[in-house]
């Protein structure tokens, strides 16, 4: 399995976002059982930080697979899609400058599936925080957590738009490029 730093930032990026909002929730709500329960634990800060950062990337890895669901696969022709991805690919590759755009294809595409599941990642913290004020407590402190997740939620979800609408803009020069090579030779 190729298994590269890229991979556990792109995943553990919405699962470290995810836990630490849930983090700040409990922080927020009530520090000093949350610090009595670390305590309890009888672990280092390193250790509580290294277990947190191999549970993020576990959970941003889920989160990923959830977001790939709901986000592209459920509202996606497969057949029509991979179709037009084999077809984009000849594309490139018979292009003069078929690496580096394939680099940059790739790169953009990227920036979308990232970015949509951290969108994921902060409409499950939403859930999450809204279940936990519903069903254990809240404060005025844990309502603003609540009102901070949904702006950035709402900011990265925008964010994922320009990226995606970037990306499509990209992918119609391609192949308007292409055709125009196509029509010329």
């Known amino acids: 399995m190729n298994f590269e730093a890229k991979h556990i930032v792109r995943w553990g990026i919405p699962g470290w976002f995810?836990?630490?909002?849930?983090f700040m929730y409990f922080l927020l709500d009530d520090k000093e059982s949350l610090v009595r329960y670390l305590n309890e634990l009888d672990v280092s800060i390193v250790g509580i930080t290294a277990l947190l950062a191999v549970i993020g990337v576990i959970i941003g890895h889920l989160i990923h697979q959830i977001s790939m669901l709901f986000g592209f696969l459920v509202f996606t022709n497969w057949k029509k899609y991979f179709r037009a991805e084999y077809e984009l690919d000849q594309m490139i590759m018979?292009?003069?400058?078929g690496s580096e755009i394939q680099r940059i294809y790739r790169h953009r595409l990227g920036q979308v599936h990232a970015l949509r599941a951290l969108a994921t990642s902060g409409i499950l913290s939403l859930f999450t925080i809204g279940l936990l004020l519903w069903l254990y407590s809240y404060s005025i402190k844990?309502?603003?957590?609540?009102?901070?997740?949904l702006f950035l939620t709402i900011i990265i979800f925008i964010n994922q738009k320009y990226f995606k609408k970037n990306l499509d803009y990209f992918i119609k020069q391609i192949k308007k490029e292409n055709i125009a090579i196509s029509t010329r030779g």
Request: proline share 0%; net charge positive; aromatic share 12%.
């Open 142 to 149: 844990t309502i603003c957590l609540l009102i901070i997740v």
């Open 94 to 97: 018979k292009s003069n400058f």
């Open 18 to 22: 995810y836990s630490l909002v849930i």
